[in-house]
């Protein structure tokens, strides 16, 4: 079965507004793995290239620096490293930037492209848009790591006010991308959630219902486009679905 990144488990996590139909995928979740589908079915990938993804890839070392640096100013000495693991079960897979198995926790580094894009309270940080993205995220890490053996009571979101490089900052972009000269701990904001098994419990539901989604539309595409049954029941046997 096509296992669910991470990274896009807030896309099939909301609830559809009717009460008698919460068991449901929403609207927004068919769609996004409608479209999973079809870019299974045509062998393909709709990049999303952006200066803020950019920035975020390019400066992802940097941003761990930054953290590494906070540890050591107050007084937990700490050093973290990039993982480079991906993990999966039979319903997720996912690659989170720290795994500090000592403090039993995650981390993930968000590179924020300036200082109007960089949450200063927690608050902020839990009012941005992307906040219940990277809350599931952080969640399907937690359950991934505690099947794999490994014991992760924690997930942190670190956003991180690092430098941009000068070569993603265009001549009309006259805002502020320089920020060494604040204080270490006025460039990280964290937001800490703690592990629940009732939440993986719907993580692992959520999943569920996508995945029967996923193959009933890949089969739905096919047979849209003159396929015949017994055609699409062997592609779909030889390809993981």
């Not at 848009?129 to 969640?139: D, I, V």
Request: with cysteine.
């Amino acid at each position: 079965m096509l296992k669910i990144r991470c990274s896009q488990l807030g896309n099939i996590m909301t609830l559809p507004r009717a009460k008698k139909d919460q068991d449901k995928l929403s609207q927004g979740a068919m769609t996004y793995l409608t479209q999973l589908a079809k870019e299974h079915v045509y062998d393909y990938q709709n990049p999303i290239n952006s200066k803020y993804i950019e920035k975020g890839n390019e400066c992802e070392q940097d941003s761990i620096d930054l953290l590494n640096e906070l540890m050591i100013e107050s007084g937990e000495f700490v050093s973290y490293e990039k993982n480079d693991i991906r993990y999966e079960n039979s319903l997720l897979t996912g690659e989170m930037d720290i795994v500090a198995v000592g403090q039993k926790l995650t981390r993930d580094t968000k590179t924020s492209w300036n200082l109007d894009s960089f949450p200063s309270t927690v608050e902020e940080a839990l009012n941005q848009s992307s906040a219940s993205m990277y809350e599931w995220q952080g969640r399907g890490y937690m359950l991934l790591l505690n099947e794999h053996g490994i014991e992760i009571n924690h997930h942190i979101v670190d956003y991180c006010l690092v430098d941009t490089p000068d070569r993603l900052i265009s001549a009309f972009d006259d805002s502020l991308h320089t920020f060494s000269h604040y204080p270490t701990k006025m460039r990280v904001t964290s937001v800490k959630y703690e592990r629940c098994i009732e939440k993986e419990e719907m993580i692992r539901e959520r999943v569920r219902l996508a995945q029967d989604f996923l193959t009933q539309t890949v089969f739905q595409i096919y047979l849209d486009h003159g396929y015949s049954v017994r055609e699409i029941n062997e592609i779909m046997s030889k390809v993981e679905l």
